[in-house]
């Protein structure tokens, strides 16, 4: 121990003082079973890969055209020359829009329903004053079943009853009150008037307009046979 501090300082080591140092040997990998290279490849790989569907595809051989707005959307038909001629308008290019079923112009009725000048005193006002005024306009004590071959007999301007949706009306009061004149009224009187009712002014609650004016309810005929 001495003598190796001695060298230490002296800076002369003995041979006794000399220290073995370790040495490192490079020992290369073995190689791989299937014979391939294992050192490490940090190039940066090819993509899409050699060996792949993308470039087995054939190249184009130039970029795509870029359409215009006139090739991306073609022209309205035209119509044809049988649809002109008939007056119907060709169906537009759109479902989105509601078909146009003809360009005529639509044909004026024939024959006009016009209003009759009523009296004075015998407006809608003055018909819904008398109802409530308390004056009879039924002509009966009570209602009753009526067959046609009943209804038949008050047909006159003086005694006239009408049969609308089943029910019997005396429209003797309302003659000088309906807006389309009396003479259109006594059409319907001694029958039954639904039909024609429906036909011409179908908008009108008969029950309100004429309930003052009820008699009965209108009922099939009977037979011959019956009691």
């Known amino acids: 121990m001495t003598s190796y501090l001695k060298s230490w300082f002296t800076g002369a080591p003995s041979a006794s003082a000399v220290l073995d140092v370790p040495t490192f040997l490079k020992v290369s990998p073995p190689a791989s079973d299937d014979g391939e290279d294992t050192e490490t490849d940090d190039s940066v790989p090819a993509f899409p890969a050699l060996n792949s569907a993308q470039r087995a595809a054939p190249t184009p051989s130039q970029?795509?055209?870029?359409?215009?707005?006139?090739?991306?959307m073609p022209p309205p038909p035209v119509p044809s020359l049988a649809s002109r001629i008939s007056g119907v308008a060709p169906r537009p290019a759109s479902s989105l829009l509601v078909p146009t079923s003809t360009t005529q112009r639509p044909q004026k009725p024939s024959k006009k329903r016009e209003k009759v000048a009523l009296s004075p005193g015998h407006s809608p006002l003055d018909w819904a004053a008398l109802k409530s005024s308390g004056v009879d306009l039924r002509g009966v004590d009570s209602l009753s079943r009526i067959p046609p071959s009943v209804l038949k007999q008050h047909r006159s301007k003086d005694d006239a009853w009408t049969a609308i949706n089943g029910k019997v009306y005396n429209i003797t009061p309302y003659?000088?009150?309906h807006p389309g004149g009396e003479r259109e009224l006594m059409r319907v009187a001694g029958r039954d008037g639904t039909h024609l009712f429906a036909s011409t002014h179908a908008w009108v609650n008969a029950d309100f307009m004429l309930d003052a004016c009820l008699v009965g309810f209108l009922i099939p005929e009977p037979s011959s046979d019956s009691p």
Do not use: V
Request: hydrophobic residues 60%.
């Open 63 to 72: 970029a795509p055209l870029i359409l215009s707005d006139s090739a991306l």
């Open 175 to 177: 003659l000088s009150f």
